[in-house]
């Protein structure tokens, strides 16, 4: 069965850097597009960044652009996100997602087929 894995995940102080990890197995990665949500408490979950299966890249927050950058490893079957430069207001479950080729312009989660389990974020000194 196709199912995601998150991991890296923790916490770290202001300025810091994470790189979250979102693990497939059970289908081709190329095949499907990969997109970070994350959720804040009290919060919508908000589309942070996508990855389509040609590798073609979107970042969704003005906030996250030059600090976050999504890659992919289709031998590890594996998408990342380098996380620097982060603040407190980064602070939430971050979850991975999948749905097969594209990105949206506007992601919402009812788009996304499959979910990972969520790693929590914390930055905080």
């Known amino acids: 069965q196709l199912q995601l894995v998150e991991s890296g995940g923790g916490l770290v102080q202001p300025g810091g850097s994470l790189r979250l990890s979102c693990a497939a197995s059970?289908?081709?990665?190329?095949?499907?597009?990969i997109i970070w949500f994350r959720q804040a408490p009290g919060k919508e979950r908000e589309g942070v960044s996508c990855?389509?299966?040609?590798?073609?890249?979107?970042y969704y927050p003005a906030s996250v652009k030059g600090r976050f950058t999504i890659s992919r490893n289709s031998a590890e079957k594996t998408v990342y996100l380098q996380m620097n430069s982060l603040q407190p207001e980064d602070t939430a479950i971050f979850y991975c997602?999948?749905?097969?080729?594209?990105?949206?312009?506007?992601?919402?989660?009812?788009?996304?087929?499959?979910w990972g389990q969520g790693t929590q974020v914390t930055v905080s000194s």
């Open positions: 059970g289908f081709t990665l190329d095949d499907y597009a």
């Open positions: 990855i389509g299966s040609s590798h073609d890249t979107t």
């Open positions: 997602a999948a749905r097969q080729h594209y990105c949206s312009a506007y992601p919402s989660p009812g788009e996304y087929d499959y």
